[in-house]
């Protein structure tokens, strides 16, 4: 028999409880020189942006048109798109367009694949959805790109050849991912499994959820990333003619 039970709300007195951990990090941060002031930082922002977003997506959820999710949509991709470039951010400027056109296109088209082929969404801007499943794609995207131009120019500087300056970016880009894979189901089960569990999915449900998140994740990164270098390998190319 398979025992499940309802997720819940959590009360902020038992969430509070996280605390006690959180202390042990912070005094450990002291005591061994790094300091607290990032880390407690970090954490006093993650607080605010979930608790913004919590209750900005809890109106959004409500809409009854594509036009708002669109337009969520695109502060994503824009956004990503800049956050991308914070590992070379002398170049920001000058290398946004590329990394824009990468995260829309890579990112885009594995978005549009999920929503219309996969999932089959009625209505297809289903905001609970939609907007999830594109965060997800973008920051996946983002990540491959940030990592794929700091290794590029990283290699070139140390004087490779364009192309094998492409080739051990790209590698680079997807080695989280691809880490993941092999990861995945043996020494973790992802957010999004574990989540549908917890709700009272069948685990089988899960997996299934868990397959397609894995594998848009994947395809936005490799697209996008490659789109990226090969716009990098083009721009290389032209300003040493």
Do not use: H
Request: hydrophobic content about 60%; glycine content about 8%; aromatic content about 8%.
């Amino acid at each position: 028999m398979l025992l499940t039970a309802a997720i819940e709300a959590i009360s902020l007195a038992r969430l509070a409880l996280l605390a006690l951990p959180l202390v042990a990090v912070f005094y450990f941060l002291v005591q061994f020189g790094v300091g607290g002031k990032r880390a407690g930082m970090g954490l006093v922002r993650m607080l605010a942006q979930l608790l913004i977003i919590g209750y900005f997506l809890k109106y959004l959820f409500e809409a009854t048109s594509a036009w708002p999710v669109l337009a969520v949509l695109t502060v994503m991709v824009v956004a990503a798109s800049w956050i991308a470039l914070g590992s070379v951010a002398e170049r920001r400027s000058s290398l946004f367009p590329s990394a824009l056109v990468s995260v829309v296109v890579g990112g885009t088209l594995v978005l549009l694949l999920v929503v219309f082929g996969v999932l089959q969404l009625e209505p297809w801007y289903l905001p609970s959805k939609v907007i999830p499943l594109a965060g997800m794609i973008y920051a996946s995207s983002m990540n491959s790109i940030s990592l794929a131009a700091e290794r590029f120019f990283a290699e070139r500087r140390n004087g490779a050849a364009v192309l094998d300056a492409r080739r051990t970016a790209y590698n680079a880009a997807l080695i989280p991912i691809v880490n993941t894979l092999f990861a995945v189901g043996l020494v973790s089960i992802p957010g999004m499994m574990t989540g549908q569990i917890l709700s009272g999915v069948s685990p089988l449900v899960a997996a299934r959820y868990q397959i397609l998140v894995m594998g848009m994740l994947l395809g936005a990164s490799g697209i996008a990333s490659a789109l990226f270098l090969q716009r990098l390998v083009r721009d290389e190319s032209e300003v040493t003619r």
